[in-house]
């Protein structure tokens, strides 16, 4: 799962994995709500345990023989979706002209919620801002604070701005899973699922080039 590239336009959900999979309480959560067997023909069956306004709802999705488990995940989210509408902002069934798939445009806060059923911290993502200077001082202490960590004690994601450039994967509004972060030289990595790239990225770009960070410290 983590070594699986982004190919539709769901970097939330794709980031959100792999961040809690880089952790150790991440893994634990995701081994409970991931579930993987076979079907009757001999092909992939998976189901996923997400955690809804505070049920623990089972999705069930098949595949072929050598389906990734990750595409089956996609799939599940799409379904679960479908089902529970609300777990998806209106304006983001809008995109494309409605003609998007379920399981794409969303927010990280919302699959840390189905995978952990935890209320995650989130800075920046709801609000219309494209930096976060208005929450400098609040994202300076969260980067110090998880700094004095490891990988393994944290989740979190970072949101592009409406900008493409090569601090984000030239994509706008693009979500990537922090890997590490370097609290003496105040800077972080993040990796953009789409190409696997890891991206240095300084306390002070962070703050002036990215609208959103969303996570949890376990």
């Known amino acids: 799962l983590m070594k699986e590239k982004q190919v539709i336009s769901n970097c939330y959900d794709m980031a959100v994995r792999h961040a809690l999979l880089a952790s150790e309480k991440g893994r634990e959560m995701m081994q409970d709500a991931i579930k993987i067997g076979t079907n009757s023909d001999n092909g992939i069956s998976c189901k996923v345990i997400f955690n809804i306004n505070g049920k623990r709802k089972p999705y069930v999705v098949s595949g072929e023989k050598g389906t990734s488990l990750g595409t089956l995940i996609t799939n599940a989210v799409d379904k679960m979706i479908k089902n529970n509408p609300g777990q998806k902002p209106l304006i983001s069934r809008?995109?494309?002209?409605?003609?998007?798939?379920?399981?794409?445009?969303?927010?990280?806060?919302?699959?840390?919620?189905?995978?952990?059923?935890?209320?995650?911290?989130?800075?920046?993502?709801?609000?219309?801002?494209?930096?976060?200077?208005?929450?400098?001082?609040?994202?300076?202490?969260?980067?110090?604070?998880?700094?004095?960590?490891?990988?393994?004690?944290?989740?979190?994601?970072?949101?592009?701005?409406?900008?493409?450039?090569?601090?984000?994967?030239?994509?706008?509004?693009?979500?990537?899973?922090?890997?590490?972060?370097?609290?003496?030289?105040?800077?972080?990595?993040i990796m953009n699922k789409r190409t696997s790239e890891v991206i240095t990225v300084s306390f002070e770009d962070l703050i002036k080039k990215f609208k959103g960070f969303v996570g949890l410290e376990h």
């Not at 990280?108 to 801002?129: C, D, F, M, Q, V």
């Not at 604070?145 to 990988?151: E, I, M, N, Q």
């Open 94 to 189: 809008l995109a494309r002209f409605g003609s998007s798939r379920p399981c794409e445009f969303n927010k990280p806060s919302n699959a840390l919620r189905w995978y952990t059923g935890k209320e995650p911290h989130s800075i920046g993502e709801n609000n219309l801002h494209l930096s976060m200077e208005s929450n400098r001082d609040e994202v300076l202490n969260l980067l110090d604070k998880l700094g004095d960590k490891t990988a393994k004690d944290y989740s979190f994601v970072a949101i592009s701005s409406w900008k493409g450039n090569k601090l984000n994967g030239k994509r706008k509004f693009h979500c990537l899973p922090v890997i590490s972060i370097d609290k003496k030289n105040k800077t972080l990595n």
